[in-house]
């Protein structure tokens, strides 16, 4: 080994984000037909599958790299729009709605389709923070568990009032975190 390559450590080796790879590889390629080592990469693919990809990358990287940067540039992120300071992860037709501007900023323009889906968004984290009440006070030991306490924060309903048609959101990508909510499916 030469001098001062002992201290060259990549993000594959320390560091590496393998719960959402491997919770976003599992979503993205599962047929359950094939053995685990099949479904690694397929030689007719558009592109390299996730695993291929992260492992490719993070052998650049160095160790100290951010884990959400690197979660992002495997596409493994989410789109955020921000209302009233409250996220709301947008699904992929209102992803379809971002617009950017002149200085790359995305924004999320309201309009009567927006404006329901925030509504049952809202519908939703109040379902949402009622079945996690249920499930608490039936099973007290998920009252501390950080899976649920994650839920719980996402859960929080979206400051009123909501704001109207004609209004613009604030729209910003995140690092997704497909392992939580496996975690939370199981």
């Known amino acids: 080994m030469q001098s001062g390559q002992g201290n060259d450590l990549r993000l594959i080796e320390a560091g ?5 790879v491997g919770a976003e590889t599992q979503r993205e390629r599962d047929t359950g037909k094939a ?11 558009r592109r390299p599958l996730t695993p291929s990809r992260a492992a490719v990358l993070a ?3 160095p160790a100290g790299t951010d884990p959400d940067w690197f979660l992002r540039q495997l596409g493994i992120e989410k789109v955020v729009a921000l209302v009233n300071g409250e996220p709301w992860a947008l699904d992929e037709n209102l992803t379809e709605r971002v617009e950017r501007n002149a200085l790359g900023e ?4 309201i309009d009567a389709t927006v404006l329901r889906a925030l509504q049952r ?3 939703a984290r109040e379902d949402h923070r009622r079945l996690i009440e249920r499930l608490v006070s039936k099973y007290p030991p998920f009252a501390g568990h950080p899976i649920i306490e994650k ?11 909501l704001p109207g048609e004609g209004n613009v959101l604030t729209v910003e990508r995140r ?12």
């Open 121 to 123: 968004e809202q519908l």
């Open 35 to 45: 053995p685990p080592t099949h479904r690694l990469h397929v030689w007719w693919a």
């Open 16 to 20: 590496f984000p393998c719960h959402q």
């Open 59 to 61: 052998s650049l990287l």
């Open 175 to 186: 690092a997704a975190d497909p392992a939580w909510f496996k975690t939370l499916m199981e």
């Open 151 to 161: 839920w719980q924060e996402l859960s929080k309903p979206i400051p009123e009032p």
């Open 106 to 109: 995305e924004r999320l323009r």
